[in-house]
């Protein structure tokens, strides 16, 4: 968008009269051209009349220019009367003077200058005119064989007077109302035409702010945006965005006016502006913000002798503040303040943006993370099972092939081995397609699935695993069931490699609008703190996991565990009945 606004300028009634003027002027300059150039007889030169005549047409080809770009209005009217005075006496010259046909142009000519200009700033014209006549009247006198008729001069010389005089008169008690009704209105206009142009600049400063919020994920760019639309609205000396950091400290985020230097200053809230527009999420207008034990902390604001502040708020979230000072006193106003109120919202939208987008990531983070631990841990599972006892039965059955020949009995003993292997294997594949995706849990539920899932642990790993079901019963939607499987299944998968555990009790219950599922363990158990604190070292977040599905879902897992009395993982979540 342009930066400046084009507004149609209404035309005055005065500048319509001055185009009717003009236009009477050339009706009548061509109305006399054609009378000299028919009527010959009027002039002994009739060439110097013609050559005036197209001059004075000429300016007034100027005048029409001039009154259309709207150049020197009010001298303008004024040299055309006073080329209309010249012209008319030119003529008379030419014409006979006193004794010319032509004489009532003149009287025309003053009645126009008293009506248009008025009493006082027509009667020099007037004079002029009158002079100019009186001028005329003395070279008749001087020509041999003339004769001028004084009465006749003196009548036309009082015309000149009592129409310049009482038409100046009649123009002042008639126009005085419509000139003060005309200043009112300009300054009405120029008010209204003040309104659009901040009116413009305001869309255009949120238009342009849309447009950037659509086009950028970057929450910088938009502040930076909003300190150059506020430089083109509010005209400020200093303009800093400040967001929170740290308890009780705030960082500049984007600044304008001030050093490169002191965008690293951190402002530490204590009990100034900030903290109370903060508190209060309520902009304020500033007075001398050197005074104040926050502001004063940057630099460029010790200066400035008025200012704004508005909070970036969303919510019961503080995100920050804007401030703007200037060296001027009382630089700003209530209507400016609201104005950088709105623009305060584009930065609270921008940083609110920017956060999902961080959160969207680091969920995205996450997803390929446990898709990686995912594979590891079947990757893992794979290599330590099946793939080992495929291995070993490929062994087998090589050593068979030999003692077929060698020893048959020892043979078919060895065939029975294979078989229990081979059983195994087909029992540990079953397994393992089964925690991957059961079935089960999509046809009949959670509770026939742990249910047979309790049945597949093997009794030689030495651990108990006890289940509980009384407490619920019925289907749940299939996405919080396969949650609560998954999470389980982690839980005992962990008790099962870490805890030591000798028995592990798995539960579930319904409590009023919840469901409750526990798995415990007798194991070693651990500090939770303590793990918590070393997953960048560790590298598995298999705790946090658990608790980030739980959260999907609406629900939430809590991790109890003390060293040496077990571990207990309790998952919450809301009961939706399945449509």
């Known amino acids: 968008m342009d930066d400046e606004v084009s507004v ?37 030169w009739p060439a110097l009349p013609l050559l005036v005549l197209l001059v004075y047409l000429l300016l007034v080809g100027f005048e029409a220019l001039f009154l259309w770009r709207r150049w020197g209005l009010r ?57 100019g006549y009186g001028l005329l009247v003395m070279r008749d006198q001087l020509q041999p064989g003339s004769r001028v008729d004084p009465l006749q001069v003196s009548l036309f010389a009082g015309a000149i007077l009592t129409i310049g005089v009482f038409g100046g008169l009649i123009a002042e008690q008639v126009g005085r109302p419509a000139t003060e009704q005309l200043r009112n209105l300009a300054l009405q206009l120029e008010d209204l035409r003040s309104r659009f142009l901040r009116a413009a600049k305001r869309a255009r400063a949120f238009y342009e702010m849309s447009h950037t919020l659509s086009v950028s994920l970057s929450y910088q760019k938009v502040l930076e945006g909003i300190l150059q639309e506020c430089r083109r609205l509010l005209d400020f000396s200093v303009g800093i965005v400040l967001l929170t950091g740290g308890k009780d400290e705030l960082s500049i985020a984007a600044s304008s006016g001030m050093r490169v230097a002191d965008n690293d200053t951190r402002v530490y809230l204590v009990g100034g502006t900030l903290s109370n527009c903060l508190a209060t999420a309520e902009p304020a207008l500033l007075e001398h913000l050197g005074r104040d034990v926050e502001l004063r902390q940057v630099m460029a604001l010790q200066r400035c002798r008025s200012g704004m502040c508005v909070p970036l708020r969303a919510g019961l979230r503080n995100y920050g503040a804007i401030v703007l000072g200037s060296i001027n006193e009382q630089a700003y106003s209530r209507a400016d303040l609201e104005q950088l109120v709105a623009l305060a919202h584009f930065a609270t939208i921008a940083i609110q943006n920017a956060q999902l987008y961080q959160d969207l990531r680091e969920e995205r983070d996450k997803i390929v993370r446990a898709e990686e631990n995912v594979r590891k841990e079947l990757s893992r599972d794979l290599h330590d099972g099946p793939a080992q006892a495929l291995a070993a039965i490929t062994m087998n059955v090589e050593y068979i092939r030999r003692l077929l020949a060698e020893d048959p009995e020892k043979a078919l003993e060895e065939l029975d ?5 081979a059983r195994k294997t087909s029992w540990d594949v079953r397994t393992l397609l089964f925690e991957l995706r059961p079935v089960i849990l999509e046809t009949q539920g959670l509770v026939p699935t742990l249910e047979q899932y309790v049945q597949r642990f093997p009794a030689s790993e030495g651990v108990q695993v006890h289940l509980d079901t009384s407490g619920f019963s019925g289907r749940l939607d299939p996405k919080i069931e396969a949650t609560v499987f998954t999470i389980m299944q982690e839980a005992v998968n962990n008790a099962r490699k870490h805890a030591r555990a000798k028995n592990i009790w798995l ?19 651990f500090n939770v703190e303590e793990v918590r604190a070393n997953y960048e070292k560790r590298g598995s977040f298999g705790l946090l996991n658990m608790e980030e599905r739980a959260r999907l879902i609406g629900g939430r897992t809590e991790i109890r565990s003390i060293p040496g009395k077990g571990t207990a993982v309790i998952i919450t979540v809301p009961v939706q009945a399945k449509d």
């Open 8 to 44: 149609p300028v209404v035309q005055e009634p005065s500048g319509r009269a001055d185009w009717v003027l003009t236009g009477t002027r050339v009706l009548l300059a061509l109305g006399l051209l054609a009378l000299f150039w028919f009527v010959r007889g009027l002039s002994p």
């Open 75 to 131: 001298a303008l009217v004024q040299i055309s009367f006073a080329l209309d005075v010249a012209l008319d006496l030119a003529l008379l010259f030419f014409t006979g003077a006193t004794r010319s046909p032509l004489l009532p142009l003149l009287l025309f000519t003053v009645t126009a200058i008293s009506l248009r200009l008025g009493l006082a700033a027509g009667l020099g014209l007037n004079l002029a005119t009158l002079l």
């Open 417 to 421: 081995n294979l078989e229990k292997l």
């Open 507 to 525: 539960r579930l219950a319904r409590q009023g609008e919840n469901l409750v599922a526990w798995v415990q363990d007798d194991g070693v158990g």
